[in-house]
């Protein structure tokens, strides 16, 4: 066994200072006070990226952009607001999966092209860098960032084509990777997503009133859009350029033919349950992976409880299908973030006890069902375990909504490397023993994207390339990919 040993405590340990999960993008055509709409989306996608946030908007004449590190709170205050004038708007949350999270890269990033001006705001990572990188800067190309970001940028400033549309068209064909993107001129804006769609990105509108144009909105979720009290339209569809102009909304197709590959980690672990990503509720899908879960791996036992946050819907479905009953044994502390990409292994064990306490009036006694979404590094589950019998609870059985997570993702997902993530290196059964449990069972892949709605007709299809290793892109660094030790299930 190739076990992490958590250590002891570091009391002087600073647990939550590197809070990441995704990022967020959001854009507003046609609003008075355009910065203010996408600061109130961008604070709905926070879950989505804390290290960093900007917003660019547009006068007509000039892009300003103000960004900073940190919390959406945190950086724009109301002064700060005031000083983004325009009735358009992008914005951006950030966790970076490629180059530092510093305020170089924060994003919106703001060009000055061949082109014109030009700022971008991106979710996802695009993974044939190295090629097109290079290519730029042998024609002369000079990158103001580490970002993977400005490659788009860079390349619809060096494309042949001759109008900004076509430009950008060109550009986007050329990368390969995630990218749901909003970007900006002066006086229009796009929305793209890669072709096979990794992540999301929808499309709203807020209807003018007293005879005033209606507002277009673009997010990562849809939650940003109701918090806006802009209306759900639609998804920008992998392979999509849509662009919203003083003429309208038109939109075209850069890529046709690649199949879609939709991240089910979103509707796993990393979207809100009140968004609907990739067409669907993942409140729907994520209850579903609980009650298939109770299908496939049943237990006797008092009381099922969700680990807080994302296990919380998938064990209400867990619930409801088994007859056992909901509460809430573990209480979490909301002042606390996300603990799975914490940067120290002492500090994530520490932040799962910050973050997670046990309420001994319900566990006392009681033969318990833990439901997660996830195990990555095996911290929370092996601590929660232990919290739990020390709680009184008399068994702890542990059931994960999804199949084992055997490999990093190369597409938005900051998961740490194949050696650190305990199902590339041990057995199921090496792992119940890990984190002390009774029991321990996952869900499997055709569960997870039966619960996804993958079969139904109209489905999506989708990227599973962290429980399986079979990645949709080709651009890979092969290596770090195959995990040390495969699961043997
Ligand atoms: O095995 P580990 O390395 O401990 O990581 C797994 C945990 O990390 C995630 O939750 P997280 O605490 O990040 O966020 P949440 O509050 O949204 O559930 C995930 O939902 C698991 O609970
Ligand atoms: N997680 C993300 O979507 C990150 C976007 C981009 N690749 C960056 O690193 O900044
Ligand atoms: S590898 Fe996993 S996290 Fe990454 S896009 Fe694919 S399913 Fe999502
Ligand atoms: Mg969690």
């Given amino acids: 066994m190739n076990h992490v040993q958590p ?93 530092d999270s510093a305020l170089l890269n924060a994003q919106p990033i703001r060009v000055e092209s061949t082109k014109g001006l030009i700022a971008i705001a991106h979710n996802g990572n695009l993974v044939n860098l190295g090629t097109a990188k290079e290519r730029l800067e042998r024609d002369g190309a000079v990158f103001q960032t580490t970002s993977d970001t400005e490659i788009i940028v860079q390349l619809i400033a060096h494309s042949a084509e001759t109008t900004l549309v076509d430009c950008i068209a060109d550009s986007l064909s050329q990368v ?114 609980g009650r298939q879960l109770a299908r496939e791996s049943a237990v006797e036992a008092d009381l099922v409880v969700p680990v807080p946050d994302s296990g919380v819907t998938a064990a209400i479905g867990y619930s409801a299908e088994s007859g056992i009953p909901f509460n809430f044994g573990l209480i979490r502390n909301h002042y606390v973030g996300r603990t799975f990409i914490e940067p120290t292994q002492r500090v994530r064990d520490f932040g799962v006890r910050m973050k997670l306490n046990p309420s001994r009036a319900l566990l006392e006694g009681k033969r318990i069902i833990l439901i ?79 619960a996804c709605g993958a079969y139904e007709p109209h489905g999506n299809s989708f990227c599973t390339a962290c429980y399986t290793g079979n990645y949709p892109t080709q651009w890979v660094d092969v290596d770090e990919i195959l995990p040390a030790v495969a699961v043997k299930v």
């Fill in 372 to 450: 997660d979404d996830s195990i990555i590094r095996g911290t929370t589950s092996r601590k929660i375990v232990r919290m739990c019998r020390a709680a009184g609870a008399k068994e702890v059985h542990m059931r994960i909504s999804c199949p084992p997570t055997i490999s990093p993702c190369f597409y938005g997902v900051d998961t740490p490397s194949t050696k650190e993530l305990i199902a590339a290196n041990n057995t199921i059964e090496e792992i119940r023993q890990f984190i002390e449990a009774d029991s321990l069972a996952y869900l499997s892949l055709g569960g997870v994207l039966k």
């Fill in 7 to 99: 250590d002891e405590i570091e009391l002087d340990a600073t647990p939550f200072d590197k809070l990441r999960e995704e990022c967020g993008v959001m854009a507003v055509y046609g609003h008075p006070e355009a910065a203010r709409m996408t600061y109130w989306g961008l604070y709905s996608l926070q879950h989505r990226g804390q290290e960093s946030g900007g917003i660019a908007t547009s006068n007509g004449e000039d892009i300003i952009d103000v960004k900073g590190m940190g919390l959406v709170s945190e950086i724009f205050t109301d002064d700060v607001l005031q000083k983004l004038p325009g009735q358009m708007a992008i914005g951006h949350t950030r966790y970076s999966t490629t180059g």
């Fill in 176 to 289: 390969d990777g995630a990218f749901s993107i909003v970007m900006m001129t002066r006086n229009r804006i796009f929305a793209a997503r890669d072709p096979r769609g990794f992540r999301p990105l929808c499309m709203g509108r807020i209807p003018g009133v007293d005879g005033k144009p209606d507002t277009f909105v673009f997010a990562s979720e849809t939650c940003a859009l109701d918090l806006l009290h802009a209306k759900y339209e639609r998804d920008v569809q992998p392979g999509e350029l849509v662009m919203v102009s003083e003429d309208g909304v038109t939109s075209r197709y850069f890529n046709t033919t690649t199949k879609q590959a939709s991240c089910i980690f979103e509707h796993v672990y990393f979207a809100r349950p009140d968004s609907k990503v990739f067409g669907r509720w993942v409140q729907k899908s994520r209850e579903e992976m």
